[in-house]
């Protein structure tokens, strides 16, 4: 169950976006894709799922070009949830996530009690069962997130990519999403902006810059001072937290922010 990008490029209006990207998530693995802010990691997240074409390169699943695979087994497989999801506004929440179910019934098949356990389970897992009737216009945004990982869990996807997952939601809810993430033990390849976050959950990172990948393997490798400095242009002091993993400190002073070169 792997998903790879082997010399991967895209680009738009004669702009190069994605440059020669090859990375592979490990099986069961969560693969972290982190970046500044327009460095191609939402762009590389739907080459990956197909709802892009390359221009150059090859995605790969299983070692099979993506483009081979039928559109049912690839909504069997493969959930994406993206940034900035947006729903048609008179659905209900259970209706929201019942549209995870559609790749795994046929057009005739009546909704059946299996489905209807993998739309609450699936709810129950974000916390949001409570509101399973709600309409979901009235959701707050850190609640649509949660919904929108609810329809990709109902999927019961072997392969999970989640393109900031953690935005809009609290800080309980962003480590209870990412644990949750963990604990499925499915392929998971997510977009995450907190550094942090990063190398507490994810097993490798791969590090993008003006579309190119600049660095990956584990967050010890990935996650240095140099290249923080060299990428995002901040100054850190890079400690350990309890458990061992990285631990990023921004060495700002608020009230002088910007007045110098980091
Ligand atoms: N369809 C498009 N047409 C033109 N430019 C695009 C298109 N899609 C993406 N871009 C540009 O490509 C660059 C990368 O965008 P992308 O959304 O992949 O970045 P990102 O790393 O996800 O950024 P963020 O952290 O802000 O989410 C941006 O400069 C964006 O404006
Ligand atoms: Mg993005």
């Keep these: 169950m792997t998903l790879s990008a082997r010399d991967v ?10 440059g020669g990207v090859t990375l592979e998530a490990a099986p069961g693995k969560i693969l ?7 460095s191609g990691k939402s762009s590389l997240l739907r080459l990956l799922c197909r709802l892009r ?10 070692g099979r070009d993506i483009g081979q695979v039928s559109r049912r087994e690839l909504a069997r497989r493969l959930a994406f949830v993206e940034q900035q999801a947006t729903t048609e506004i008179q659905l209900c929440v259970c ?8 790749p795994h019934r046929s057009a005739l098949a009546s909704w059946s ?17 409570e509101r399973h009737d709600q309409l979901w216009h ?19 996807p072997s392969e999970l990519i989640l393109d900031e997952p953690t935005n809009h939601l609290d800080i309980q809810h962003q480590l209870s999403i990412l644990t949750l993430v963990r604990r499925l033990g499915v392929t998971c ?16 990172i791969a590090l993008l810059h003006e579309g190119r990948l600049v660095a990956s393997g584990t967050p010890e490798t990935v996650l240095t001072e140099e290249t923080i400095r060299r990428v995002f242009g ?25 007045e110098a070169a980091p």
């Design 138 to 156: 009235t959701l707050s945004g850190g609640e649509r997130q949660r919904v929108h990982i609810a329809r990709a869990l109902a999927q019961t």
């Design 234 to 258: 901040v100054a850190v002091r890079i400690g350990a937290t309890a458990s061992g993993r990285r631990h990023i400190e921004y060495l700002v002073d608020p009230d002088c922010y910007g």
């Design 95 to 102: 209706d929201v996530v019942r549209l995870g179910r559609t």
């Design 9 to 18: 490029s895209w680009g738009t209006s004669g702009r190069m976006i994605v």
């Design 32 to 38: 972290g894709l982190i970046g500044p802010n327009g």
């Design 53 to 62: 074409k390359v221009s150059s390169g090859v995605v790969e699943l299983d």
């Design 189 to 204: 390849i997510v977009a995450l902006h907190d550094l942090n976050l990063a190398a507490l959950f994810c097993d490798e």
């Design 113 to 129: 009690a299996a489905d209807e356990q993998a739309v609450d389970a699936a709810l129950a897992r974000v916390g949001m069962s």
